[in-house]
């Protein structure tokens, strides 16, 4: 069974840092490239940050340009995403995202909040 698992959200206090997780299970992961996404309440989901199959390239929101970083590990079957800089606007659920060809996958989201 296909799993994509969040881990790393949580409180954190504006100008702080965090790290994301997504451990992948039941695919090939190494074919797949990566994205984060994330969801405000009231507000559509997003699309922060992907990475390719290999993590040659990646591409980025110019809204998080400079303060997030994706990567991934295909060994550990891992992709990340690097967070600092944080802002109380980054308040929201983190999904991790896998495409290949037609076929995608979902992660069931990571709340992130950021305040004092």
């Known amino acids: 069974q296909v799993q994509l698992v969040e881990s790393g959200g949580g409180l954190v206090q504006p100008g702080g840092a965090l790290r994301l997780s997504c451990a992948a299970s039941g695919f090939t992961f190494s074919l797949y490239s990566m994205s984060w996404y994330r969801q405000a309440p009231g507000k559509e989901r997003e699309l922060l940050a992907s990475?390719?199959?290999?993590?040659?390239?990646?591409n980025y929101a110019d809204f998080v340009k400079g303060r997030f970083t994706i990567s991934r590990d295909n060994a550990k079957n891992t992709v990340y995403l690097q967070m600092s800089s944080l802002k109380p606007e980054d308040t929201a659920v983190y999904y991790c995202?896998?495409?290949?060809?037609?076929?995608?996958?979902w992660g069931q989201g990571a709340q992130v909040t950021v305040s004092s």
């Open positions: 990475i390719s199959d290999t993590g040659s390239s990646t």
């Open positions: 995202f896998a495409s290949f060809l037609k076929r995608t996958y």
